[in-house]
């Protein structure tokens, strides 16, 4: 205990300093750090890295650019700046020159303070994103700094620090925020950044010193030193990642949990007398794994992961037939009203021959119903309840819930999900489903403490869906295809995006596309519906019952249909925009067909221009309906924390590390968490008081993890 008090007293208070109080920052700046970069102490400002380096070696000539190249470094004078457009449309553009050749560089925020700070025939470093117009190759929104010749003499490698327009108002621009970060480690001595990985690991991996790995990474003495600090400070992170999940994997393993000892009659006449069709392979395995899990007496925390159309809604079912054999309710809690009222139907209509009372509780559920069902929940007369973020409201109150279900377990808040393991004072089996399937290097992070299964397998009779890239000029042949598959008797979805940012302007485009389909699809002959997010709830789900009932021809819809909507008379989905989507979602979309006997299609409409991540998107999804090679290339290009909520729900707080790419060093620190916790599962080992201290501190830190369920 000596050595972690030793650890603690090494620790000065120095890196919880508020950044105001460094030279260079201040009261205003400090606030403006807070709110645009999460930056609050000296130690968040040394944990803000430096994204690139500018390096005088490494300039690229104009002359020598040419198309596919992607970030460039080039250097020259800044000629031809000029405003043009007007109010909320206009764009700043000039013309950088250098002896070999000219490009054009263009603003289209902060046009105002970039004018003031830009000083005409002037030279310039500049880095971006090298994009191709009209044959010229152009930068937007570039990283520019004035070329100081003896800057670069002292010091080859220059950091270049993440920034936002209003920090570059007040000064805090790139050359700045070198200098704040030099008055930092000024300030700072071994004692303050003491090191927190045992000797014995660091011999092991070579891994360079902690303190030192801090200073070459925002001061490098040369590129070697730099890929070093880099490597060591990945490593730290992705360890510390490790220990935390491997930890909670076994306190889950120690968490006593009902058990299920019986398989019954419910479950057995089910699966004997009234299965829709005979199981797949990987259903049957997967029920297994559930079986053995909720017989074990250890608390279940299992995530199921399966494609569109995969069949994870009749495996939990049949966990919890299993649950109620053994005397105890079950619940199902899905992300929005329409996919658990579609959850009830379905739940409801596959049990109707056990005779099993099946409830749904949502927002919408008032008054004498409501009280109703509480009642039946609170007595037990209920074994069954289907509902959304409702269930975890403190009114509700189980018998004896021994089975919770999560559908789509990453739209839910934490909180709303913590909620439902207080049910009951020992938390009940959980299990988890989602038809996004995840990565494995993301499955290594993310849900590192949940077992997996994957249902790997289609039912039998599921026919692949023929997908289809077509830009504006296509549109009318696509409408005549819309009718002829009409004619045989088929329904069409048509879904516009609706990005948050621009509501407004997306709610304005909708309502004209929903125009558009009506002026190609004319009354009486056609009939369409229209379905999004800001329809009450009884209109949207009076139109979605339409769709559903095949009243309507067209559902005309923003991604409020994403998930879980199932009409197998469907044999057309046209993704509008298809480019402002990610790969994920056309695919989530697309799982809206090819649900019944018949082909089916998916048409991504695009306008003419695209980038070449759009274009690259669209070839993916033309070529594989696997949605695990899918989600590995959404991965690629867009990156953990765009994808699958984790940045919003601080899943993935990764300051330096980054999952796609440094898989080696997480195999390396997966191995090595655990070799540390077979050794020392509390850590409490005198060698190992840094990193418990690392722990501690990054848990008093982070937001509640959204896969941490128990």
């Not at 007040?170 to 030099?182: D, E």
């Not at 990005?499 to 909708?510: A, G, Q, R, T, V």
């Not at 190609?520 to 979605?544: C, I, L, S, T």
């Not at 695919?587 to 991540?613: A, D, F, M, P, W």
Request: hydrophobic share 40%.
């Amino acid at each position: 205990m000596q050595e972690y008090n030793l650890f603690q007293a090494l620790q000065t208070d120095i890196l919880d300093t508020p950044v105001e109080f460094l030279k260079g920052v201040g009261p205003l700046r400090g606030e403006l750090l807070r709110k645009e970069l999460d930056i609050f102490s000296f130690g968040d400002l040394l944990q803000h890295f430096p994204l690139r380096y500018l390096d005088s070696a490494h300039v690229q000539h104009i002359g020598d650019l040419a198309p596919g190249q992607d970030y460039v470094q080039l250097q020259g004078t800044i000629v031809n700046l000029s405003e043009e457009g007007q109010s909320f449309k206009k764009r700043l553009t000039a013309t950088l020159y250098d002896k070999t050749g000219r490009v054009e560089l263009i603003w289209f925020q902060g046009t105002g303070y970039i004018k003031k700070s830009i000083q005409p025939n002037t030279t310039y470093s500049v880095f971006g994103r090298l994009t191709y117009f009209n044959g010229l190759p152009t930068i937007s929104h570039p990283e520019i700094e004035q070329y100081n010749p003896a800057q670069v003499q002292a010091k080859g490698m220059q950091p270049v620090y993440s920034t936002t327009e209003k920090l570059k108002a007040k000064g805090l621009n790139n050359r700045t925020f070198a200098k704040v970060l030099q008055a930092l480690w000024e300030r700072l001595t071994p004692h303050a950044i003491p090191e927190n990985l045992p000797e014995g690991l660091r011999r092991q991996y070579r891994l360079m010193d902690r303190f030192e790995a801090y200073r070459q990474i925002h001061f490098p003495d040369s590129e070697a030193h730099r890929r070093h600090a880099e490597r060591r400070l990945k490593w730290e992170e992705l360890l510390l990642t490790q220990l935390r999940i491997l930890r909670l994997k076994l306190s889950h393993h120690q968490q006593q949990g009902f058990v299920f000892p019986a398989v019954g009659a419910y479950f057995n006449t089910f699966f004997g007398q009234h299965l829709p069709f005979a199981l797949t392979n990987a259903q049957k395995r997967v029920l297994r794994e559930i079986r053995q899990d909720t017989y074990s007496g250890k608390q279940m925390n299992r995530l199921v992961q399966g494609d569109v159309g995969s069949g994870k809604t009749i495996v939990a079912l049949m966990a919890m037939l299993l649950a109620i054999d053994n005397g105890f309710q079950a619940s199902l809690m899905a992300p929005t009203e329409i996919l658990a009222q579609q959850h009830y139907q379905g739940i409801r209509d596959l049990v109707a021959p056990l005779h099993i009372p099946v409830t749904l509780l949502t927002g919408s559920v008032k008054g004498k119903e409501r009280k109703q069902i509480l009642g039946g929940l609170a007595n037990g007369a209920i074994p069954i309840v289907i509902g959304t973020h409702a269930l975890v409201e403190d009114t509700v109150k189980f018998r004896n819930l021994g089975l919770a279900v999560i559908d789509e377990q990453h739209r839910f808040g934490v909180t709303q999900r913590a909620k439902l393991w207080t049910k009951n004072e020992r938390p009940p089996h959980v299990l988890v489903m989602t038809a996004t399937p995840i990565p494995r290097t993301l499955a290594m992070t993310i849900y590192g403490d949940l077992d997996v299964s994957v249902i790997d397998e289609l039912p039998p009779g599921r026919k692949p869906i023929e997908t289809i890239h077509r830009s504006e000029g296509f549109r009318p042949r696509v409408m005549q295809f819309l009718k002829a598959e009409i004619e045989k008797g088929r329904q069409v979805y048509i879904v516009y995006p609706l990005i948050e940012e621009s509501e407004k302007l997306d709610y304005e485009s909708l309502k004209a596309g929903y125009e558009q389909v009506k002026a190609w699809f004319p009354d009486p002959k056609y009939r369409v519906a229209m379905v999004h997010g800001r329809q009450p709830m009884d209109e949207r789900e009076r139109n979605m019952e339409r769709f559903v009932s095949g009243d309507a021809h067209i559902l005309v819809a923003t991604t409020v249909i994403e998930v879980g909507v199932n009409v197998p008379n469907a044999s057309v989905m046209v993704i509008e925009s298809a480019e402002r989507f990610g790969l994920s979602q056309l695919h989530q979309l697309r799982g809206r067909v090819g649900r019944g006997s018949e082909k089916s299609y998916c048409i991504l409409l695009t306008g003419h221009e695209l980038s070449k991540e759009s274009r690259q998107r669209m070839h993916i999804m033309t070529q594989t309906g696997d949605g695990f090679v899918i989600a590995e290339e959404d991965l690629k290009m867009r990156g953990p924390g765009d994808i699958y909520g984790t940045r919003q729900s601080g899943a993935l707080d990764l300051k330096i590390a980054d999952i796609v790419h440094d898989i080696d060093i997480m195999e390396e620190t997966k191995a090595a968490a655990q070799q540390l916790l077979t050794a020392d599962p509390m850590l409490q080992l005198p060698e190992h008081a840094g990193l418990r201290h690392s722990l501690h501190q990054s848990r008093n830190k982070q937001a509640p993890q959204w896969n941490k369920i128990s």
